[in-house]
C-alpha cells in the first residue's frame, strides 16, 4: 500500500559524487522518519542515514559521515541522499525506507523501495 521507489543510482569513479532520491507514494503520511541503508555482498545489511519526520534532525552511519548528506522535501514527498567523496567500499544497493519510530535498525522499518545500485570504481 505505501510505496517507495529508489532512483539515481549507477557508476561512478572513486571520489565522485551520486546523489540519490526516494519517491514517496501519496498515501505516505508525511510524519515517517526515513532511513537510508545499503547491502553488499558478503556483508550485512548496514545503516547509512536517517532523518527525522520534522526534517530537522539527521544520523549517519560512521562510515558515511562527513560525505553524506540525508534532506527530505514534505511537500513533494521525497528523500535524497547526497553522497560525495565516493569510494569503492560504498558499493552496493541502496534501499530507502519508512518507519514511525527514529530507529538505524533494520527490522524496525516498515516499508521498504526495491533499492538503487551503486557501484565505484577505483
Known amino acids: 500500500q505505501v510505496h517507495l521507489v529508489e532512483s539515481g543510482g549507477g557508476l561512478v569513479q572513486a571520489g565522485g559524487s551520486l546523489r540519490l532520491s526516494c519517491a514517496i507514494s501519496?498515501?505516505?503520511?508525511?510524519?515517517?522518519?526515513m532511513g537510508w541503508f545499503r547491502h553488499a555482498p558478503g556483508k550485512e545489511r548496514e545503516f547509512v542515514a536517517l532523518?527525522?519526520?520534522?526534517?530537522?534532525?539527521?544520523y549517519y552511519g560512521d562510515s558515511v559521515k562527513g560525505r553524506f548528506t540525508i534532506s527530505r522535501d514534505n511537500a513533494k514527498n521525497s528523500v535524497n541522499l547526497q553522497m560525495n567523496s565516493l569510494k569503492p567500499e560504498d558499493t552496493a544497493v541502496y534501499y530507502c525506507?519508512?518507519?514511525?519510530?527514529?530507529?538505524?535498525?533494520?527490522?524496525?522499518?516498515?516499508?521498504w523501495g526495491q533499492g538503487t545500485r551503486v557501484t565505484v570504481s577505483s
Open positions: 501519496e498515501r505516505t503520511v508525511r510524519s515517517y522518519n
Open positions: 532523518v527525522d519526520w520534522t526534517g530537522d534532525s539527521t
Open positions: 525506507a519508512a518507519n514511525t519510530v527514529r530507529s538505524t535498525s533494520s527490522s524496525d522499518y516498515n516499508y
